[in-house]
């Protein structure tokens, strides 16, 4: 479930950070490693100790994952909508910042946000993101840990045929957009979109009265398709 981008080293400091722990606390997994199969020290920072991230993150995961399988989240109407925090304590995280590092650190393993919200100013713009109940509860049914080999991948759905000479005014949404694009799948469209790769759609033409999801217009998409192949 690591991302592709490239390793790097952290301390316990940071790694208590990140997982909401003590130092202290990272330090007694380390010394349990013989039991518990936490990852070995990669190098030192003077007699700071290192660890991979990636190899802590995921062992983290596999943690966690066995621990919620136990876990029963609280009863809500399945079309209510949860931020990153909400969504965290709902899946049974004592992390509350969990959502937030497998959206950013791992693109394609958690779903899309079913709403985004393009909240602030012009001069100081941010998103919310925000997931139905209904989209955790058929995450936390296929995750790995739930009767699935923690390395399976599943399949991602095909991208449509999207023509290029169509209406260039029509509307297109995510999945669309990404087969415009040439990308693989809807996930490692949104991947890229969110890491600031496509600047020409970091804003929407439209967004949709239901559910809030985002359009573009074929004219824009194939703007930032052709200025895509020129950086290739």
């Known amino acids: 479930m690591t991302s592709g981008r490239e390793s790097r080293l952290v301390d316990a400091a940071e790694i208590a950070a ?45 943690r966690q994952g066995a621990r919620l399988q136990q876990h029963k989240p609280p009863k809500l109407d399945p079309e209510d909508l949860l931020n990153a925090a909400q969504a965290s304590r709902f899946l049974g995280y004592k992390n509350p910042n969990q959502v937030t590092t497998y959206v950013r650190d791992h ?25 139905k109940v209904q989209t955790l509860l058929d995450w936390m049914a296929t995750r790995p840990g739930r009767g699935k080999r923690a390395g399976a991948k599943r399949a991602a759905p ?20 990404a087969a415009l694009l040439g990308f693989k799948s809807l996930n490692s469209f949104s991947s890229s979109l969110a890491q600031g790769n496509l600047p020409l759609l970091a804003t929407p033409d439209a967004l949709t009265e239901k559910g809030g999801r985002r359009r573009w217009t074929r004219q824009r998409i194939l703007e930032q398709a052709a200025q895509r192949n020129i950086r290739k």
């Open 158 to 177: 095909a991208l449509p045929d999207v023509p290029v000479d169509g209406d260039p005014n029509e509307l297109l949404g995510a999945t669309q957009a």
């Open 18 to 62: 990140e997982q909401g722990l003590s130092p202290a606390r990272i330090s007694m997994l380390y010394n349990e490693r013989a039991e518990n199969g936490f990852p070995e020290i990669a190098d030192m920072r003077g007699r700071a100790r290192l660890w991979d991230r990636a190899q802590v993150t995921e062992w983290f995961a596999r």
């Open 107 to 131: 693109p394609g393993y958690f779903p899309e946000p079913d709403v985004i919200e393009e909240l602030g100013t012009a001069e100081n713009p941010y998103r919310r993101q925000l997931w």
